[in-house]
């Protein structure tokens, strides 16, 4: 059984930042890939970034030159650095992971973060 656990959450001023953390666990191997999608109330779920296991990062439009991800040399810990933040990230965060050498995805619970003054 595989494990994704978010952390790192919660209320901030436009301006402010936040950083996330995930972990995996469990019965996990071959992971390809290790990312951030985000879904707003009413909107569909987005990647925000992602890693893949050989370092190659990508991130969504909106938050390129703000967000950063990165993750622990284990590679099973990855997180997302979010400066500048605007109401308009306000989100449940998911933290996603391709393992089994890619046949597998798990999906964490998710973590609120709200901008708001």
């Known amino acids: 059984q595989v494990h994704v656990v978010e952390s790192g959450g919660g209320l901030v001023q436009p301006g402010g930042s936040l950083r996330l953390s995930c972990v995996a666990s469990?019965?996990?191997?071959?992971?390809?890939?290790m990312g951030w999608y985000r879904q707003a109330p009413g909107k569909e779920r987005e990647l925000v970034a992602r890693?893949?296991?050989?370092?190659?990062?990508n991130y969504a439009d909106s938050v390129k030159g703000r967000f950063t991800i990165s993750r622990d040399n284990d590679k099973t810990t990855v997180y997302l650095q979010m400066n500048s933040l605007k109401p308009e990230d306000t989100a449940v965060y998911y933290c996603?992971?391709?393992?089994?050498?890619?046949?597998?995805?798990?999906w964490g619970r998710g973590t609120q973060v709200t901008v708001s003054s």
């Open positions: 890693m893949t296991s050989g370092g190659t990062t």
């Open positions: 996603n992971v391709v393992h089994a050498l890619g046949v597998a995805t798990a």
């Open positions: 469990g019965s996990i191997f071959g992971i390809r890939a």
